[in-house]
């Protein structure tokens, strides 16, 4: 669960600072917050148990052509040192606050609502100095 916040809010802070998307994939208001149901599916099986092995995930050549640029890279890094230290149930709660992207789009028993680049992009700009 807490790679799907670290990269929530790291797609938040990229889309508020440079109005473009840090990945691709689009998130879903799942019931414990925001979801990319590939990263979900990839790594279920771990369940609350921590990430070991992410070599089988991609193979040398697939990692070779993964280029990623310099604003990907900070605000990974930036995301990174704000809240690796803060654990999961935390990152939960700012997930489910009032007028969170997440509580806006949200659906008892749905798990295929989007949750728009838009009002991720629109939440995290209240908290980013320009």
């Known amino acids: 669960m807490k790679l799907q916040k670290m ?13 473009e998307p840090l990945i691709k994939d689009i998130f879903q208001a799942w019931k414990y917050g925001p979801v990319v149901p590939g990263i979900y599916h990839t790594y279920k099986f771990y369940g609350s148990s921590p990430i070991t092995n992410t070599e089988w995930v991609m193979d040398q050549e697939e990692m070779e052509q993964v280029k990623i640029n310099n604003k990907a890279k900070e605000t990974v890094d930036y995301t990174w040192g704000l809240l690796k230290e803060t654990n999961t149930v935390k990152l939960s709660n700012w997930t489910h606050e009032d007028g969170s992207p997440w509580k806006q789009n949200y659906i008892d028993d749905a798990n295929d609502v989007v949750i728009p680049n838009d009002d991720i992009k629109k939440y995290f700009e209240r908290f980013l100095d320009k």
Request: glycine share 8%; aromatic share 24%.
């Open 7 to 19: 990269v929530y809010f790291a797609q938040g802070v990229h889309l508020a600072l440079y109005q």
